[in-house]
């Protein structure tokens, strides 16, 4: 099996965690231009598939993901618990520490070209509310959650730098699949990430070519942004068109 298509000329994407809102949302918007094998705990959450490939898998499990990735171009790696309060050995240890290192290693040994890394704010949510943090900056994770992604972002860059796939890791911020305030305070909306952006942002990562690694920031564009943008924008040609200050009709962070 090739990683394109051939039938409709389109790239072969996996898409774990598929049956979430940032992976629905995705499918929904964007995915017309892609052959999707969207995965996740059980088929009976992707009933409603688009006319794509469903499988149901644990991501806990080394074999399932190698048959995930097998004849896949790129992973877009959403799975994992996304709770700030998640328990390490009740639930992060599999899903977000063994299940992240399971999807790199299966896209290694199947050959996919690029692994695009499901980050979180988490990872640099502890510094002070005044700090717009970059990239570069050092990892402060508040929970950990935040460590999880951290742990991820590292061993994005170990196979990225030690003979692949590419990888770029996305922090996504606080992602409101609804488009509603639901009581953000002024400072949650400088955390925000609109569906609209965040798919174009994914689609940038799938798409931008010669960039073996790579830690951008995903938010929109917001009036105050609690993380620096720049290196999404030139990297990957991000151009992200929500303001949630405009939005929501809120005035600065406090």
């Excluded at 171009?73 to 992060?92: E, I, K, M, N, Q």
Aim: proline share 6%; charged share 25%.
């Amino acid at each position: 099996m090739t990683t394109t298509d051939t039938a409709a000329g389109k790239r072969r994407v996996l898409l774990t965690g598929a049956a979430g809102r940032i992976g629905t949302a995705f499918r929904q918007q964007e995915g017309g231009r892609y052959a999707l094998r969207l995965a996740d705990r059980s088929v009976n959450d992707l009933t409603d598939a688009g006319g794509h490939e469903a499988i149901a898998f644990d991501i806990a499990d080394p074999d399932a993901c190698q048959r995930a990735c097998a004849g896949i171009d790129t992973v877009v790696h959403l799975a994992a618990d996304p709770s700030p309060r998640a328990d390490f050995y009740g639930s992060l240890l599999d899903n977000n520490f063994k299940g992240t290192y399971n999807i790199f290693q299966a896209a290694r040994d199947q050959g996919c070209r690029r692994v695009i890394f499901a980050s979180s704010i988490n990872a640099v949510l502890g510094y002070p509310e005044d700090v717009q943090v970059h990239p570069d900056d050092p990892v402060r994770p508040p929970n950990v959650y935040g460590v999880s992604k951290c742990f991820g972002e590292a061993l994005a860059r170990c196979f990225a730098e030690g003979g692949g796939p590419s990888a770029i890791c996305i922090r996504i911020g606080s992602y409101n699949a609804g488009g509603r305030r639901e009581g953000l305070k002024p400072r949650d909306l400088s955390r925000f990430v609109s569906p609209r952006d965040l798919n174009h942002l994914l689609v940038r990562a799938i798409e931008t070519p010669d960039l073996q690694f790579a830690i951008v920031h995903g938010l929109s564009d917001n009036r105050f942004k609690a993380l620096d943008i720049t290196s999404a924008r030139e990297l990957l040609g991000y151009a992200p068109q929500d303001d949630a200050f405009a939005l929501f009709g809120a005035g600065p962070p406090q």
